[in-house]
C-alpha cells in the first residue's frame, strides 16, 4: 500500500512529487520515501501546520497522522535513496 502526503494548498496532482510522497508498505517493511522524511521533521518540530496536512492511501482514503504512524509504528522502517 502506497501512501501520500498533501500541504497546505496541494491538490492530489501534487501525489507524483516525491516530497508528498510518504512510502509504501509491503512485506512488513514501510519503504520510506522523502515526504516521509519531511512529515517526520514537522512531527518532531510541533510544525504548525500538522492539522492540515493530509495523508492518503493509493485508493484515496485518509488517515490522520497518527492513525499513519501506528500503522507504521510496528514495520521495520528503510529509507530509500
Not at 502526503?5 to 509491503?26: C, F, K
Not at 519531511?38 to 518532531?44: F, K, Q, S, T
Not at 504548525?48 to 493530509?54: E, G, Q, S, Y
Not at 493509493?58 to 530509500?80: M, W, Y
Request: aromatic share 12%; hydrophobic share 35%.
Amino acid at each position: 500500500m502506497r501512501y501520500y502526503i498533501l500541504y497546505p494548498g496541494n491538490t492530489e496532482a501534487d501525489t507524483v512529487n516525491d516530497t508528498n510522497q510518504l512510502g509504501d508498505i509491503s512485506f512488513k517493511t514501510f519503504w520510506a520515501n522523502r515526504g516521509f522524511n519531511i512529515l517526520m521533521n514537522a512531527v518532531e518540530q510541533h510544525h504548525a501546520d500538522l492539522n492540515h496536512f493530509i495523508i492518503k492511501d493509493e485508493k484515496g482514503k485518509e488517515h490522520s497522522i497518527e492513525e499513519f504512524l501506528d500503522k507504521i509504528k510496528k514495520l521495520k522502517v528503510r529509507i530509500q535513496n
